[in-house]
């Protein structure tokens, strides 16, 4: 394997101490708001992770904040280098991603580290694991915010890891937001709620960090498979205590149990991906659990959802965007990139491209907002070749000069969106109704060569000889960049 | 004995909340034996008064975004309801 690969949260911990991106938290915190306000402000200030020894009333227990809220920690978790370039790291991906899945591997339960215990029965209990408080108004503890719920498929038996939000409810109940389009809800409400079955989920909290990557890419391939291709090796799993789903063998902690057909329970407010509470408290999926297994001395993962930039925004935009070039590549669009910014809450993915055919933005909106990926972005910027999609100076310059305020905006109206869109009208988020839009920045085609106006750059106006010249002696100028 | 603590979310206009009366709600308790347990939601009857001193406990309001409220009510918990059924 030309890389390293973490087998479970507690190397890819050692990898990060080892590349100077861990605080190791000695000192005592509290898991209610001391640990949420903590990991906000890491991600607000793009600091390392912090490592929680000692949380309060939770002896035992430790846990891992902000785990993969910059492309530092996601170059790390890849094995590549901490200061690998953003196109560097997708290029990987997209390598690592494309060609034969990667079939996982069944371990036997003795040899399964996330089976050291077991609690099951009354010892089953959400309120001895050390959820936190993670922002102050809150609709309860969220034990579930960097994690993935595993479940299956009623009659294809295909296999989901999804990440959805899971708030303590009580001792053995947790509720979520289930959105109806989402993986999971087709097969929740499409099939198991027509037929009164509950549904058997295991939330795996404290995995792999590229399983975690995985459970947020909208990838057709299976994510335990897909993990396995990031990592270059098969994902080992262990069958689960009380139903047939399958885990991450060396994961902290799992929690088993039965997703409840046609009961709702009241779940949040909750500070979202957008960074806002958009979405109310309001009846919501139920969790019910059975049975709870964790490592010795088992270690949370904590992400803490608010303004940019946190895992949720950092990953879902780096896998959206990618998924998207597959799929434009895919159908031969002549792109030359595609880069969704976390900054947008993955919300505004931009898409450079060879314009060699009049309308070619038009065809690469629709291409994506008719794909499934289209319900978690709403804008798309499209550029030419000269503009660099991973410099966002250069793309707001584009978007500011080349995009006609008429002519290069197109509205795509009546499309499928979120509930969690803070623009959308009440009325539009309770049905999960949303609006696009394309910003085309780049020239017609039908424009004669002589009226195309030229970007002034150093890159672009200089002979070459004057732009080696001036880079040779920049520092004998008396610059110090 | 001092005082519960518990809150609650009212989604809907606060001056259309039933006073008085025997009433369904969720409430989260705020200051529970074992600190472990804090923020446990249950599905109560209960009473509430917007006068915080009518009944025995402190109730805590909120809006549906978190949004807390300057000034406490009181609650009298009649009995915890279970309607979720066992899984």
């Not at chain 1, 995995?207 to 498979?225: K, M």
């Not at chain 1, 250069?394 to 500011?400: K, Q, T």
């Not at chain 1, 002979?463 to 110090?480: A, T």
Request: proline share 8%.
């Amino acid at each position: 394997m030309p890389y390293p690969v973490f087998k479970d949260n507690r190397e890819f911990i050692n990898a990060l101490k080892a590349n100077n991106d861990l605080v190791t938290i000695e000192q005592e915190v509290d898991w209610d708001l001391e640990m949420g306000a903590i990991v906000r402000r890491v991600c607000e200030r793009k600091s390392a992770s912090p490592y929680f020894k000692k949380i309060r009333d939770y002896p035992g227990f430790e846990a891992l904040g902000a785990p993969l809220a910059t492309y530092k920690r996601l170059a790390i978790a890849m094995g590549m280098k901490p200061d690998a370039f953003v196109p560097e790291i997708s290029n990987e991906y997209v390598k690592r991603t494309t060609g034969d899945p990667i079939k996982s591997i069944l371990l036997d339960k003795k040899k399964a580290p996330c089976k050291e215990n077991i609690w099951t029965g009354k010892d089953a209990d959400l309120f001895k694991l050390p959820g936190p408080m993670v922002h102050d108004g809150d609709g309860g503890r969220y034990l579930a915010t960097w994690h993935f719920v595993v479940s299956k498929d009623l009659e294809t038996q295909a296999v989901n890891w999804g990440m959805y939000r899971q708030m303590v409810f009580d001792e053995k109940t947790m509720v979520g937001p289930v959105l109806p389009f989402s993986d999971m809800g087709k097969m929740f409400y499409g099939k198991y709620v027509p037929k009164n079955k509950p549904m058997p989920f295991a939330t795996v909290i404290g995995c792999d960090p590229l399983a975690g990557v995985a459970a947020c890419a909208p990838s057709p391939i299976p994510e335990d498979e897909f993990t396995g291709m990031l990592m270059g090796a098969p994902v080992e799993l262990v069958k689960c205590e009380t139903c047939d789903l399958e885990v991450p063998a060396h994961a902290e902690i799992i929690i088993e149990g039965e997703v409840i057909p046609n009961l709702l329970i009241e779940e949040a407010p909750f500070g979202e991906y957008t960074g806002y509470r958009t979405s109310p408290r309001e009846p919501r999926t139920v969790y019910r659990i059975k049975a709870i297994t964790f490592r010795n001395n088992p270690i949370l993962t904590v992400s803490n959802m608010g303004v940019p930039t946190d895992e949720g925004q950092l990953l879902r935009s780096f896998s959206l965007g990618l998924e998207m070039r597959k799929l434009l590549e895919s159908q031969g669009i002549p792109i030359t990139g595609v880069f969704m910014l976390p900054e947008s809450t993955h919300h505004m993915v931009v898409v450079g491209v060879k314009p060699i055919y009049s309308n070619i933005a038009s065809q690469i909106a629709n291409l994506v907002f008719g794909s499934k990926l289209s319900p978690w972005f709403h804008m798309v910027i499209v550029v030419d070749e000269e503009t660099d999609i991973y410099n966002k100076d250069d793309v707001i310059h584009a978007l500011a000069t080349k995009c006609h305020p008429i002519r290069g905006i197109r509205k795509y109206e009546q499309s499928v969106g979120t509930p969690l869109y803070p623009f959308a009208d009440p009325e539009d988020r309770k049905w999960s109704r949303g609006a696009q839009i394309l910003f085309d920045c780049t020239f017609p085609l039908h424009w004669p060569k002589s009226d195309l106006p030229i970007k002034v750059s150093f890159n672009n106006v200089y002979p070459k000889e004057i732009q080696e010249k001036v880079l040779q002696n920049w520092k004998n100028y008396g610059f110090k960049d | 004995m001092a005082k519960k603590e518990y809150d609650t979310f009212v989604l809907t206009d606060l001056a259309l909340v039933a006073e008085d009366k025997e009433t369904e709600m969720i409430v989260r308790d705020l200051m529970p034996a074992d600190r472990r347990y804090k923020y446990r939601s249950a599905y109560v009857f209960g009473m509430v008064s917007k006068d915080e001193s009518k009944y025995p406990d402190r109730l805590w309001v909120r809006l549906g975004r978190g949004q807390l409220q300057e000034k406490p009510w009181s609650i009298k918990v009649i009995k915890e309801v279970n309607k979720i059924p066992e899984g």
